[in-house]
């Protein structure tokens, strides 16, 4: 039973992060003046590599904090409705952060990187 929470867990944060990375590529797409501009003004590519990946962070964090605020949620549930004890410990909290954190990073290096690595100038043209 143990196992088989495992692999649910890993191919829901698979999933999750491939949602992310998608997000993020539609993201830079969208952005592409915008980062061309930037480009054009001195930013570098740090910059970029850094403004995205902490974009990708926020948005699998806040869905970290999303779905804890929803197993909170449904605990309560659980404990008024049934004798069964519904509790979540701190470290499961700083676990999932640290996962959600984690995905969130992995899942947007190559977005952060295709919009780094952008020429300012292709950037400009790009309509």
Do not use: C
Not at 3 to 32: F, Q
Not at 48 to 63: A, D, K, M, P
Request: hydrophobic share 55%; net charge positive; charged share 15%.
């Amino acid at each position: 039973m143990y196992l088989l929470a495992l692999g649910v867990a890993a191919i829901s944060l698979i999933v999750g992060g491939i949602g992310i990375m998608n997000i993020m590529l539609v993201s830079v797409t969208e952005r592409t003046r915008e980062i061309g501009i930037r480009k054009a003004i001195g930013a570098k590519r740090r910059d970029i590599l850094f403004q995205f990946l902490v974009e990708s962070l926020l948005v699998s964090f806040l869905g970290g904090i999303f779905g804890m605020l929803l197993g909170f949620l449904i605990g309560i549930l659980i404990r008024s409705t049934t004798p069964l004890p519904a509790t979540i410990s701190i470290w499961a909290i700083l676990l999932g952060v640290g996962f959600t954190s984690t995905v969130g990073i992995f899942f947007g290096i190559y977005p952060a990187y295709k919009a780094a690595k952008l020429s300012p100038i292709e950037a400009l043209r790009h309509e």
